[in-house]
């Protein structure tokens, strides 16, 4: 992972004055991973601490988990969706807006998860348009 | 699995019952009348990285949700209706983890160390640490950490001679030493589970770092603190509360 210094330190810079990174996965939980550790590498890179980093972490995971809902369990032979993300990195803050392609409308959120985003970010919300659901989230650095 | 016809007809009559009244303390009792079954389930999925408790755990969610779908009308044995119920819940609990089986062995040993190293560091600096800081101190890469961190999602690892990572609850014994403790975990997991869903059913330790966290507000540094634990071990047990929340969830809503 050690590439050239200048390079790295450049990304930095890019990243504290705004650039955005992109993903794109499968629709299923088994690529949360990938979601949690892209948002993990961008608030660490952005000074969160450790807490803050967790928050986020799970926030983005309770959020997409929660919209992906039970896609892939009984139905292996549907279309392969997609979740696209894009991480937008602020002077003190992180934006993490997708959207995904799963028809049937917002999945009903339950009280605690929306208990959970609120202790955890300080700014998300879900909305749908013509079965395309797109979210965004947002949490400010403390320090 | 065989029971006495007369049992038989005890349990279709009292589920019979539950169906009609939707009595908690009926169904409450059905459940307890049948953790058999749901150990028995457990028990074939053992040795595959997962302490025996959690998996008794997942195999009584799969139960009460068994007893709650049951339609008598049917005719089907309640055995015969639960037991693809409690499997798929089984199956379900280890494809959510799939990916923690594979965490290599350094990562496990830095996400073990970090614990100790984020607490010294939140001393130290009267704060919770950034990435880079706990990187520096423990002498490994950014990625590293970030590699650790998502580890402690996986609270379990595969190999059963690995440390348990549980520290403060398991007193560094090796995962191998807590599998014949099964039996005398059941009865509380049992009662837990009967007493009522969601929240509730959590351990009460864990009860506690979700309502401070969500419901209070508070940091998990400051959980740390106020419960005498590690950081890393409060976002350890917070990870494997909302995995056991969201699969009780996802129980109550996916489709009959």
Not at chain 1, 32 to 54: H, W
Not at chain 2, 165 to 173: F, I, K, N, T
């Amino acid at each position: 992972m050690s590439g050239e210094q200048n390079g790295l330190d450049e990304r930095d810079e890019q990243l504290r004055t705004g650039g955005d990174v992109r993903l794109v996965v499968p629709a299923a939980a088994e690529y949360l991973r990938l979601v949690r550790l892209t948002a993990a590498g961008m608030a660490s890179r952005l000074g969160f601490t450790f807490d803050e980093v967790e928050d986020l972490r799970i926030a983005v995971d309770e959020l997409c988990f929660h919209l992906l809902g039970d896609v892939g369990d009984e139905d292996p032979s549907a279309e392969p969706r997609t979740m696209d993300l894009v991480y937008s990195a602020g002077a003190d803050s992180i934006t993490i807006t997708g959207r995904t392609g799963l028809s049937g409308g917002i999945p009903e959120s339950s009280e605690l998860s929306e208990q959970i985003l609120d202790a955890l970010v300080d700014e998300h919300e879900v909305t749908g348009t013509n079965g395309t659901i797109l979210f965004r989230l947002k949490k400010q650095r403390e320090s | 699995m065989a029971f006495e016809a007369t049992d038989r007809n005890e349990l279709r009559a009292k589920l019979e019952e539950y169906a009609r009244t939707g009595d908690k303390e009926l169904r409450d009792e059905i459940v307890g009348s049948q953790v058999g079954l749901a150990e028995y389930l457990a028990r074939r999925f053992k040795n595959r990285g997962e302490p025996i408790e959690d998996l008794i755990q997942v195999a009584l969610l799969g139960l009460l949700k068994a007893v709650e779908r049951f339609d008598p009308g049917r005719g089907l044995e309640f055995s015969t209706f639960a037991t693809p119920t409690i499997v798929g819940e089984l199956k379900r609990h280890f494809r959510d983890k799939g990916w923690a089986v594979r965490v290599p062995r350094r990562v496990q040993e830095l996400h073990l160390r970090m614990g100790t190293v984020v607490n010294t560091l939140s001393q130290e600096l009267g704060r919770s640490p950034t990435i880079p800081e706990i990187a520096q101190r423990a002498e490994v890469s950014v990625d590293e950490v970030l590699e650790a961190m998502e580890a402690g999602r996986a609270y379990r690892f595969s190999s059963i001679d690995a440390p348990a990572g549980d520290d403060e609850d398991r007193a560094q014994s090796p995962a191998a030493a807590q599998l014949g403790e099964a039996d005398s975990g059941l009865e509380e997991v049992e009662q837990r589970m009967l007493l009522s869903p969601l929240i509730d059913s959590l351990p009460k330790r864990e009860q506690m770092i979700i309502h401070l966290r969500f419901f209070r507000g508070m940091t998990q540094s400051e959980i740390a603190g106020r419960l005498g634990i590690s950081q890393m071990h409060v976002s350890r047990l917070l990870a494997r509360s909302l995995a056991q929340l969201r699969d009780r969830a996802g129980a109550d809503a996916a489709p009959g």
